[in-house]
């Protein structure tokens, strides 16, 4: 069901990819690309916002997306651009591989009108890398409003400049203050504010501007801080397996469109993850 009649559960903006993993297989990837496809499973109602290569891995991942019934009237095609590729996106930074293509180029004028509602805006932090997505990305967060809803932002710090916190942090800090909500991990913590307690983290982040802060530690659980109270969710062995650390997020935020209250959103949220596979972009 769908926030209020005629308006969508989530406008996702941002990197859309494919990911390949070492037996070939290919998923869809980037930042945007797996909220959407994990936030789909749980049927929500979505349009992306994002843009691939005029290429045979953009047309799969168009496709697959189209088959979990996102709306992909605005995802881009960039003629003589190749769609971006990732290899151990959630490895070994060291062993991490990225052929840039398309994805960073989506541009500020091709988000769609405000007209178009939703419950929440969700952008991807990874497409703040580079202009022109850059501005897309913030123009997103700031429309949110505009569009009958709120904005919420995966921060994914550990893959923008993890070798420069002082730059991370100063293009993060003014998406961080349009955001209402942010899903961050403990390894983009740690790039922002070095080893630290998490409910320090939570504290440190909310006064960048967000109400609503959803942090995922190195051993599964969860840590929601929302106006000023905190809410701690142990992760059993099982959930402290994670295969996808979009996962979590997107069903928080799925929880979040559908009027769930912050606490019980991030507790189906840690089942969910410990239960979803990367989603199959459905070619070798």
């Given amino acids: 069901m769908t926030p209020m009649s005629g308006a969508l559960d989530w406008l996702a903006v941002g990197d859309i990819a494919e990911e390949r993993g070492s037996g070939g297989q290919a998923t869809i990837g980037g ?18 916002v994002g843009k691939v290569g005029d290429d045979e891995a953009g047309r799969h991942l168009r496709d697959g997306l189209s088959r979990l019934n996102v709306d992909v009237r605005w995802l881009r095609s960039a003629p003589g651009v190749p769609t971006t590729v990732w290899i151990g996106r959630d490895g070994d930074p060291t062993a991490r591989r990225v052929a840039r293509g398309a994805d960073l180029g989506l541009r500020l004028d091709e988000l769609p009108p405000r007209s178009v509602t939703a419950a929440l805006t969700v952008v991807s932090g990874f497409s703040l890398s580079v202009e022109p997505a850059r501005s897309a ?17 995966l921060v994914e710090a550990a893959l923008l400049w993890s070798t420069n916190a002082r730059m991370t942090r100063r293009v993060l800090e003014p998406a961080l203050a349009l955001s209402d909500s942010v899903a961050l991990s403990s390894a983009d913590a740690e790039i922002l504010f070095g080893l ?89």
């Fill in 137 to 153: 990305a913030m123009g997103a967060l700031s429309s949110a409003f505009a569009r009958g809803g709120r904005s919420a932002l």
């Fill in 31 to 48: 930042g945007a690309g797996r909220l959407v496809a994990h936030a789909a499973a749980l049927k929500a109602s979505i349009a992306v």
């Fill in 196 to 284: 630290i307690p998490g409910r320090q983290v939570l504290r440190l982040v909310a006064e960048l501007g967000p109400r609503v802060v959803y942090l995922t530690q190195a051993d599964g659980s969860v840590l929601v801080r929302e106006a000023g109270r905190v809410h701690a969710f142990a992760a059993t062995a099982r959930e402290r397996v994670i295969s996808d650390p979009a996962a979590g997020p997107a069903a928080f935020w799925v929880g979040l469109a559908h009027r769930q209250a912050a606490a019980k959103a991030a507790e189906a949220s840690l089942r969910f993850a410990s239960a979803r596979r990367p989603p199959s972009a459905g070619r070798r």
